[in-house]
């Protein structure tokens, strides 16, 4: 069975980014995510299409 939620530190990991970078994101509301309690978690079907969704814009820009 493949996991499809993530935490803070396995998408830090993912994205080759620090945990605090991650968490200004979530702060921002800039990167989608969801809460269970005090705990922030992430979809990793959400964070592919949100990446996704930025290199579409990272093309339009040039």
Do not use: H
């Amino acid at each position: 069975m493949s996991k499809n939620t993530l935490t803070v530190i396995e998408v830090a990991d993912l994205l080759g980014v620090s945990t605090t970078t991650i968490y200004a994101l979530v702060r921002e509301r800039t990167i989608p995510f969801f809460r269970i309690r005090n705990r922030i978690f992430f979809r990793l079907e959400s964070i592919n299409d949100w990446i996704a969704q930025l290199e579409g814009t990272a093309v339009n820009n040039q």
